[in-house]
T-cell receptor, first 115, second 110 residues
Framework: AQKITQTQPGMFVQEKEAVTLDCTYDTSDPSYGLFWYKQPSSGEMIFLIYQGSYDQQNATEGRYSLNFQKARKSANLVISASQLGDSAMYFC????????????FGTGTRLQVFP | NAGVTQTPKFQVLKTGQSMTLQCAQDMNHNSMYWYRQDPGMGLRLIYYSASEGTTDKGEVPNGYNVSRLNKREFSLRLESAAPSQTSVYFCAIDSKHEQFFGPGTRLTVL
């Protein structure tokens, strides 16, 4: 069964607008962590944001926030005030506590920001 | 990423050739990982090492071997390369709430 699902292969957003990238996950482990990574065309993997399953508040890092809805098993990434440099692939990933050494990745969403 | 280096950056092999991908870290972390990324896909774990001298299989270990001789270095070996191993290979190290990735090695097997 797919553990991490990203249903949007591609998204477009106008500069300065906000955009939400969807991620749903599947786990029976009560303790887990959710991650978002950015991969620009240059290829490197850049860590953006982390959310723990027991965290009371949604994670935020600058223009990035994670809309964590535990009951729905979703962990959507919200990028506010999009910039042209945000154009990239975005990957959602999960780590389960019983499986602490492994990150499981989704297939990614390609975001394109246009002027 | 700062702290994780990979060599080489690019490599072209012929089917059946062997090679070793090198990864080194200067962040003193115990856990190290090798992933592969195929076009249009996320990363898949090949092997990982929780500490010096230990290694375990990930999701796609077939065709690969690894070696963790010391805390700094974790190498990935292809004994007999196949076209299906054409991919981008990432090494990563583990911090509590994130994994730091190296810049990647782009491998083409003809």
């Amino acid at each position: 069964a797919q553990k991490i699902t990203q249903t949007q292969p591609g998204m477009f957003v106008q500069e300065k607008e906000a955009v939400t990238l969807d991620c749903t996950y599947d786990t029976s482990d009560p303790s887990y962590g959710l991650f978002w990574y950015k991969q620009p065309s240059s290829g490197e993997m850049i860590f953006l944001i982390y959310q723990g399953s027991y965290d009371q508040q949604n994670a935020t890092e600058g223009r990035y926030s994670l809309n964590f809805q535990k009951a729905r098993k979703s962990a959507n990434l919200v990028i506010s005030a999009s910039q042209l440099g945000d154009s990239a692939m975005y990957f959602c990933a999960m780590r389960e506590a019983y499986n602490t050494d492994k990150l499981i990745f989704g297939t990614g969403t390609r975001l394109q920001v246009f002027p | 990423n700062a702290g994780v280096t990979q060599t080489p950056k690019f490599q072209v092999l012929k089917t059946g050739q062997s090679m070793t991908l090198q990864c080194a870290q200067d962040m003193n972390h115990n856990s190290m990982y090798w992933y592969r990324q195929d076009p249009g896909m996320g990363l898949r774990l090949i092997y990982y090492s929780a500490s010096e001298g230990t290694t375990d299989k990930g999701e796609v270990p077939n065709g690969y071997n690894v070696s963790r001789l010391n805390k700094r270095e974790f190498s990935l070996r292809l004994e007999s390369a196949a076209p299906s191993q054409t991919s981008v290979y990432f090494c990563a190290i583990d911090s509590k709430h994130e994994q730091f990735f190296g810049p990647g090695t782009r491998l083409t097997v003809l």
